[in-house]
Each structure stands twice: as C-alpha cells, then as structure tokens.
C-alpha cells in the first residue's frame, strides 16, 4: 500500500503545484469595471401597435471582469434585449436584470441604470391629412401669389392613435417665389411635425404657385339691376358692385362697363341672386361681390291709363 503511494510521486507533486499556482493565479487576479452605454433592443414587438411617450434607447451598464477582457468588449458585444412577447395596448412596466443584458462569456453585471423602464403602447391609426405647401420669399415687384396648389393635395399618415388624432396637415419644403414674374413649380418633400408619425407611399409632392400681377379691387356704387329672361322689376333695383383685377387696369374701369343682372330663370320663392357682367377690352377684370347678393322679382307695376 505505502508503495502504490509512492507511485509516480514526482508527477504528483507536479500537477498538485500546476493546481496550486492557478488556484493563486485566480485568487490574486485583480478584477476592473467599465461603464457602458449599450442600445436597447425590444424583440418580438407586436403588429399594430406604436411606441408612444419618450423612448428609452439605451440605458447605463457597468461591467466586471478581468483588466484583460475588460479591454477587449467594444460596445457593439452589449446590448439589453427586452421581449415584448404578450404586450398589449396600455402601460407596461419592465424590470431589468442581468439576464436581460447580452454580453461576452466571463463578465459580469454589476449595475443597470434605469434598471425599470416604463413602455407605453398604442394602436396604430392612419388618416388621410391635406398637404399644406410653403413659399419663400416674394414675387417681383408689382406681382403676387394668386393659388397655391400641390399634387397629391392630400397624403396619408400613420402613427399612434393620440398622435395622429391631433396632426391635420402635412408640410412642404419652402419653394422659392422670390422675383417671381410668372408660375413657379417644383418637387419637394413632405414631412410631418410630429416624429412618431410617418409619411405613407407618397414622400414628395409637385407644388404650383401661380404668379398673377398685383390684384386690386374696386366698388361701384348703385349700379342698376337688369332683369333677363321675364317681365319683372327688381326690389331693390339697384346695388353697390365690387369688381378685382390687374391694379394696373382698374382706373381705366368706367362704371358703364360694369352690369349687374338677375336670371329671372333662377330665382327661387321670387328672389334672384345678382350676377354681374364686366364690357369687352377689360382683360383679367372680374366681378367679386354684390350687395345685396339677391334681390326680390316682382310683377312691373301696371301702366296707368291717363
């Protein structure tokens, strides 16, 4: 027995000192700590529903492990990963330990910060919004913007349900009408103000801004009311007309070019709306208002017999 003992001695002596200096090897390792900022990952994220309130795209952890490895993560080994597997509509609040934190083999969590997080979700809306196009600057002298328009007119958005309830347009980049003399068209991007909302199919629109020259408007006092298509007399038989067009035409305008009429065709319960009638030679003059709009069509009053 005292022999069986002695067997092979020297070869375990040798591995009892290899157990011995790695046993002090790892007990007088001295261990290091980095902090990280490392990207959240939410897996599994169910279909149809929006991520409201302020995201929580990383979060604070700090690390341990041996100086040696600690040197050797890069930020991309790291990450938290949460599993939103079961998430419904309404608030959710996750709580997060080390197992939730994907990290190199040998290296230990020692601290998560925020280490809960608070998740709001919502049902995805989508709604049909006008698109609203922008100008800058100012035509040339003497000149205006008389239309806007854009096509589509109209995009549609999706997002949170509360988010996309408030939003009721879509804006275009600024097109430039500065100098303009005649319509400017260009394509541009649209997009939206608020960032949890996104643009569908369609992210840039044509906008047309038509150049007019400078628009005035001017009234004509008492202009008397012609009655066409009947034997009739207006009450009141006269109104006050306002025409528009090019500034620069306007003082040319006489009052004998300007008419007031009623279709006797178009009167209803006896009243006519008043429709007005610029003479040849006028171009871009157009009538604008009447007051009254309408007037009240009654029988000419009989002719008296002397």
């Known amino acids: 027995m005292m022999r069986s003992l002695f067997d092979s001695l020297p070869l375990k002596l040798m591995s009892l000192g290899f157990a011995v200096l790695l046993w002090l090897l790892i007990a007088g390792e001295r261990t290091s700590e980095m902090g990280l900022s490392v990207p959240v990952e939410l897996q599994n994220f169910p279909r149809e529903l929006e991520l409201t309130g302020e995201p929580v795209n990383a979060v604070e952890v700090r690390l341990r492990a041996s100086p040696g490895m600690i040197q050797r993560i890069v ?13 419904g509509e309404g608030e959710h609040i996750v709580h997060l330990t080390e197992d939730a934190i994907r990290m190199p083999f040998g290296v230990k969590v020692v601290k998560i910060s925020p280490a809960v997080l608070t998740f709001h979700l919502e049902r995805t809306l989508r709604k049909v919004v ?12 003497g000149f205006e913007v008389a239309e806007i328009t854009s096509q589509p007119p109209e995009v549609r958005v999706e997002g949170p349900t509360s988010r996309v309830d408030e939003v009721d347009s879509a804006f275009t980049e600024p097109v430039s009408v500065d100098g303009a003399r005649d319509t400017v068209t260009d394509t541009v991007t649209i997009g939206i103000a608020d960032p949890l909302l996104r643009v569908l199919v369609t992210p840039r629109v044509k906008v047309t801004a038509r150049i007019r020259e400078r628009h005035a408007t001017r009234t004509f006092k008492g202009v008397a009311v012609e009655v066409r298509g009947a034997s009739a007399a207006a009450r009141p038989n006269r109104v006050d007309v306002t025409v528009t067009g090019p500034a620069a035409s306007l003082p040319g305008l006489a009052a004998a070019d300007v008419r007031a009429y009623v279709d006797a065709a178009r009167a209803v319960g006896g009243r006519a709306p008043v429709a007005i009638e610029i ?3 006028h171009a871009g003059v157009e009538g604008q208002e009447c007051s009254p709009a309408e007037v009240v069509l009654e029988a000419p009053a009989p002719a008296r017999v002397g």
């Open 75 to 87: 930020p991309g080994e790291v990450s938290a990963r949460i599993n939103l597997v079961g998430f």
């Open 130 to 141: 006008p698109v609203q196009p922008r100008l800058l600057g100012r035509p040339a002298e």
């Open 279 to 281: 003479g040849p030679g």
